[in-house]
């Protein structure tokens, strides 16, 4: 199977190189988006492609292979049309190739690493069992709700008591839309879609570049840290078992890194129309992202307000996006609200009620000691746990080690949880030298978008703790990747802060954990 599998990784990434190509020639032609955040626009592309995709595909499948071809069609045209444009493109945008290689090279090691030992098992049941024992099915939804589409079955009970109308529709979109491609070259169904969706979560990669671009770290430094991050836990394994919350991560990233790009100076047009779409796109991903959506509330509404036409346009197209899911959730397959009732109003066996309702009804049954109780245990659930995994790795068991790190947020962030202990010093550091620090408009920006990126990331624990009906059900599978893949890189980037040897020994302990706990 490995060799099947690496062959449709292979294929799927050919595809996606070709559209992303094209697209940031296009981004370059028609705005002045910076080379670092051309993957990003591209990520937003190819989003859109898919969504188009499951559309054509729920009116006709015949429909959805026509649109598969013609893209197809179209975009090699392009290719072939702008072929000078490609070759400065890679010429004058070594981000891009740095991102590309990146992906790459990380492929490679998800995949070597998913197949290191022999089994009998087939692609998505060895995803829920390489790196923990007997996850759900998770990962098997998106390939389920498209084969639906496909067979042109009814959808109603979509996986036991679970409604298609309860699972977002992007990653489907986009195994249908490469659905097509897996039969001409022949491949197994299941091997191909697992292979389309992971392609899908690597973007992560370009989106957490973008990101460090944004908080002005260098290229050679990006690298060591996209690198390093890469072999720990949120990435590895949300990477291969493809529910997508990892690529709705990315999205929702690539989007607060887009609109914040300017800051403090308000974002232009292209800015807030791609930000928009790239944030309706990871909501279409995964809703688990609501919880990080929320806590960007206070800085859009802090910072500089763009424009009233253009946010007038990207509200309006974002608008446009979700419509079409929301009509489905509450006309086709209603009602849709499963996981809002489960997580936000602590309902998990299916009634009849709607979520307004059932949030009501919960709260007004439970007593203000209670919910307060409720509260403070998903502010604490978090940190159970918080020294397995990193303080005393050699005593403890992998298996035990695994857990904990996909289900506690601090134990997730490893040995970068040691850069707690400099954020004093650093602060102390900071204020020390205040007027220097801040002595340029370039100093100002740059301190300014740590501490935003710093707010968004408490913003989003908090509004997580909160709006999580409780209690302890704060566990990073009911949460938003998002928190976690952005605390662990501003940890590693403090790090870099307080002396790059401190990244070294970290990094290489990173290493030895990959090796003891994630390699058996």
């Not at 010429?91 to 492929?107: H, M, T, Y």
């Not at 996209?226 to 590895?236: E, F, N, V, W, Y």
């Amino acid at each position: 199977m490995l060799q099947q599998h690496l062959l449709a990784v292979v294929v799927v990434f050919a595809v996606v190189a070709l559209i992303v190509t094209v697209a940031a020639v296009l981004f370059q032609r028609v705005s002045s988006i910076p080379n670092d955040l051309l993957a990003v626009g591209a990520m937003a592309v190819l989003g859109l492609l898919g969504w188009l995709a499951f559309g054509a595909w729920f009116v006709d499948p015949k429909l959805g292979v026509c649109f598969t071809v013609l893209v197809l069609i179209g975009v090699t045209g392009m290719a072939i049309r702008d072929r000078r444009d490609i070759a400065k493109l890679c010429k004058n945008s070594p981000e891009l190739c740095w991102q590309s290689g990146l992906i790459c090279c990380v492929a490679l090691v998800y995949v070597g690493h998913l197949h290191l030992f022999e089994t009998e098992l087939g692609i998505e049941p060895l995803a829920a069992n390489r790196y923990l024992e007997r996850l759900p099915i998770d990962n098997s939804i998106s390939r389920i709700f498209a084969d639906r589409v496909i067979d042109r079955t009814d959808s109603a009970t979509l996986v036991g008591d679970w409604l298609s109308s309860d699972r977002a529709p992007l990653q489907t979109g986009l195994i249908l839309w490469f659905h097509p491609i897996g039969q001409l070259f022949g491949f197994s169904h299941k091997v191909f879609a697992h292979a389309t969706a992971f392609t899908f979560q690597l973007f992560w990669i370009p989106a957490v570049w973008a990101f460090c671009a944004h908080l002005r770290l260098r290229t050679g430094v990006i690298v060591a840290l996209i690198a390093t991050l890469g072999i720990s836990a949120t990435p590895l394994i949300n990477s291969n078992y493809v529910w997508p919350k990892l690529a709705a991560a990315a999205a929702l990233l690539g989007a607060y890194t887009v609109y914040f790009r300017n800051s403090p100076h308000p974002p232009g047009t292209n800015q807030v129309v791609l930000s928009v779409v790239l944030a309706a796109l990871a909501w279409l991903s995964h809703g688990g992202v609501a919880f990080a959506l929320v806590a960007l509330v206070p800085l859009i509404a802090l910072h500089r307000p763009p424009k009233a036409k253009s946010a007038a346009t990207a509200v309006g197209i974002g608008f446009l996006l979700v419509l079409p899911w929301f009509a489905y959730q509450n006309l086709y397959d209603p009602p849709g609200n499963r996981l809002l009732k489960w997580h936000l109003a602590g309902v998990i066996d299916i009634d009849p009620r709607g979520f307004p309702a059932t949030l009501i009804d919960s709260y007004e049954d439970s007593t203000l000691e209670e919910i307060v109780a409720n509260k403070r245990a998903n502010f604490r659930y978090p940190f159970i746990f918080a020294s397995h995994g990193w303080a005393s790795f050699p005593s403890n068991e992998a298996a035990s080690n695994r857990v904990n790190s996909f289900y506690f947020l601090f134990s997730s962030l490893g040995p970068w949880n040691v850069a707690w202990l400099g954020l004093a010093w650093v602060a102390w550091r900071w204020f020390r030298q205040l007027p220097s620090n801040l002595r340029t408009e370039d100093d100002r920006r740059n301190w300014g978008n740590w501490f935003r990126a710093a707010f968004w990331t408490g913003s989003t624990f908090v509004a997580w703790a909160l709006l999580m009906f409780g209690p302890a059900t704060t566990s990073i599978h009911q949460g938003s990747l998002t928190l976690p893949l952005v605390l662990q890189t501003l940890l590693m980037a403090l790090t870099l802060k307080i002396h790059r040897g401190v990244f070294a020994v970290l990094a290489g302990w990173q290493c030895v954990l990959f090796v003891l706990v994630w390699v058996p």
